[in-house]
């Protein structure tokens, strides 16, 4: 850093080193692979995206294998709660796998996530969107799924490989959900 003196011979820091150094500070970033389908899955990736944007940090989302769910158009606004083999609801594998508790339980989550006032996942898309942040899909998921790039939701930036998104998150912290 440079200095500059003032009429008494007293060194002073030259101002302009200080806008040097704020334009070369990175901005945080966080790069969020959402590999599952299901409602329950589908909010803490959003979530936690939205709470990045709202702080400044930049968003990346990348959806792969059934997170394709939540940005494919046909699907978004019919998400399911897992209820089979999902032990965080303490109940038998032999009860949720009865006809119509997928239903109960969704049915249930939807309300108290509506009676929470906590926008729906479509929204959610439209927020981040809006916010800045880039959402993008799995090419090789995609193409297992026979999907493209039109049967997602519009908020998808873009399908791309997995190398692909390391390339445009370096120096991101990473989370896999």
């Avoid at 989302?61 to 939540?70: A, H, K, N, S």
């Avoid at 009860?95 to 249930?108: C, F, H, N, Y």
């Avoid at 898309?125 to 039109?150: F, R, T, W």
């Amino acid at each position: 850093m440079s200095t500059v003196t003032d009429e008494a011979g007293v060194k002073l820091l030259d101002q302009s080193e200080f806008a040097n150094e704020a334009s070369e500070e990175k901005t945080r970033k966080i790069a969020i692979i959402c590999s599952k389908g299901s409602l329950d899955m589908a909010y803490p990736g959003l979530i936690l995206a939205n709470a990045a944007r709202m702080m400044g940090i930049d968003a990346m989302l990348f959806f792969t294998f059934w997170g394709m769910d939540v940005i494919t158009e046909k699907r978004v606004d019919n998400l399911h709660v897992g209820m089979v083999g999902n032990p965080a609801m303490h109940m038998p594998t032999v009860l949720a796998g009865l006809p119509g508790m997928e239903t109960i339980g969704t049915r249930m989550m939807k309300k108290k996530i509506e009676d929470l006032d906590i926008r729906d996942v479509r929204e959610l898309l439209e927020i981040l969107d809006d916010s800045g942040a880039e959402i993008y899909g799995c090419q090789m998921a995609a193409e297992l799924m026979d999907l493209s790039q039109d049967d997602l939701v519009p908020q998808v930036k873009e399908i791309i490989t997995a190398m692909d998104f390391f390339e445009k998150t370096e120096g991101a912290q990473l989370l896999f959900i």
